[in-house]
C-alpha cells in the first residue's frame, strides 16, 4: 500500500492507496509547532481507525509547500513504517514538460495535479485549485504545463472582508438567494460567493482564448464546491487529484 501527503499552508491530505483504489482519506490541519511524535500519534490512530494494517504500507510519496514539515513527516514516517517517501521536487519524473520561464518556480502542490489531470483526461486542462490560494494551471495535450494564474482564495478574502472594516462580521460561506443583497449577510455572501464565481467564469474564458484546443476544467480543493452550483464553465470535480497526482508520480518513479 502506498501512503500520499500533500502538505499545504493550512491543512495536509492523506490518502491510503491499494493499487489504484483510493481505501481512506483525511484532512487534518497544518501546524508547524507540532512535534514528529504528535503527528504520528495523529496519523497510526486515522489508519487504525479505518481498519488498515500499518505493516501493509510499504511505500510513500509527498509533496509539501511547508519547506520545514518536510523533515517532519520524513521522520513520521521512517520511524512508523520503515520507508522514506518520495518528495516532490527537482529530479523526479513527472510526466509533463514545464515551460516556465523558470521551472523551478512551479509549487509541488500544481505539478502533483498537472501530472494527474493529464493522466486522466488526457487532453488540454485547465486546473482550477481552491485552497488557501486560488491557482489556474494550464497542460496543453501534448503534457506540457504552459502556466497559469494565482488569486487570493476565497477565505482569504473573505476574512479581510470580515477583519477590516468595522462593522461587517463573519457570515456563512453559501450562496444566497439573489445577486441583490437585501441586508448585509446576503450582500457579503453575493459578492463573495458570486463575485468568485464571476473570477473563475472570467478567468477560465481569458485562459481557453489563449489555448488552441478546447480544454477540460477540472475543479479541486477544498472551496470549489462553494462554487460548482453556480457555473457551468467547469466540466469535472475531483476533490483527491492531488492525492491521485501522488500516486501517478509514485508509480513513475519506482520503476
Partial sequence: MLIAIGIGNTSIKIGIYGGEKLEASWHIATDLRRMPDEYSITLLSLIQAAGIAKSDIKEAAMWCTVPPL????????????????????????????????????????????ATAAHSLWNGPCIILDMGTATTFDIVSGEGDYLGGAIAPGIMMAAEALFTRPAQLYRVQLAAPKKAIGTNTVSAMQSGIIFGYTSLVEGMVRRLQSEIPEKATVVATGGYASLILKETNVIDAFNPDLSLTGLRILNELNRK
Fill in 70 to 113: 518536510i523533515s517532519t513527516f520524513e521522520e513520521v514516517l521512517k520511524k512508523n513504517f520503515g520507508i522514506s517517501p518520495l518528495v516532490v521536487g527537482a529530479g523526479i519524473k513527472t510526466g509533463i514538460r514545464i515551460r516556465m520561464d523558470s521551472p523551478k518556480e512551479v509549487g509541488a502542490d500544481r505539478i502533483v495535479n
